[in-house]
């Protein structure tokens, strides 16, 4: 995160793109050990040179976004959030929503689990997930498959996916203003993108939140990235 390294790869970035400007420029990874002033005013100067239109960091703990927040322009956090995944609403969503900072939820379908698309019995390699295999096993399967089963009542009632459930649930909370979502099959980008018009009613998140609180700290703590 030196000055010359942000800048060189900047500079890299814009060309493969063949633009002048990049949209959103994200720290990624934090070193503990590193001072983050220099990175700070380079994304700044960066800024105001024109060549990023927003400045975005992820996964900060929130001494780190309270740093970047006060030190320089921050526009946008991207953080792990999903009904599964809910500890960034103990301190980040709710800095974020307080200080106008755009929040993007990356994995709200925790790599497919929440789309009801994996079943209970379905087995994985354990090279398939990169050592994180343990979270897909299959007690933890069929936790998931129950909840779900519970849930698909309300999709029903939408005439949306289970997929989409998630997705609507997920940009209504509170402070969450985008979700990153992979996909592999590019017929199912439509679907997902109109899962941002779902409109879920408070009586509807009121329920699909009572069905977790059963077990809350025991999912956040099995399923938390």
Known sequence: LEEHSIRRELEQSLHRL???????????VFD????????????????QEG??????????????LELWHRDGELD????????FDRRAELDILPYCFNHGISVVAWSPLIQ??????????QKFAPEAFDGDSA?????KLQEVAYRLGEFTMIAQRYKIDLAQLMLAWTVQSAGVTHALVGVLDADKVGDIA???DISLSQDEVGRINAIMESSE??????WSL
């Open 18 to 28: 063949g633009t002048d400007r990049i949209d959103l420029y994200q720290v990624h």
């Open 32 to 47: 503990p050990d590193r001072i983050m002033e220099e990175p700070i005013q380079t994304l700044l100067s960066l800024k």
């Open 51 to 64: 060549k990023i239109r927003a400045i975005g960091i992820c996964n900060p703990i929130p001494g780190q």
């Open 76 to 83: 946008v956090v991207q953080q792990s959030y999903s009904l």
């Open 112 to 121: 497919g689990l929440l789309s009801g698309r994996i079943g209970p019995n």
């Open 135 to 139: 979270r897909f096993n299959s007690e």
């Open 194 to 196: 109109r899962a941002g």
């Open 217 to 222: 700290e025991e999912t956040i703590e099995a």
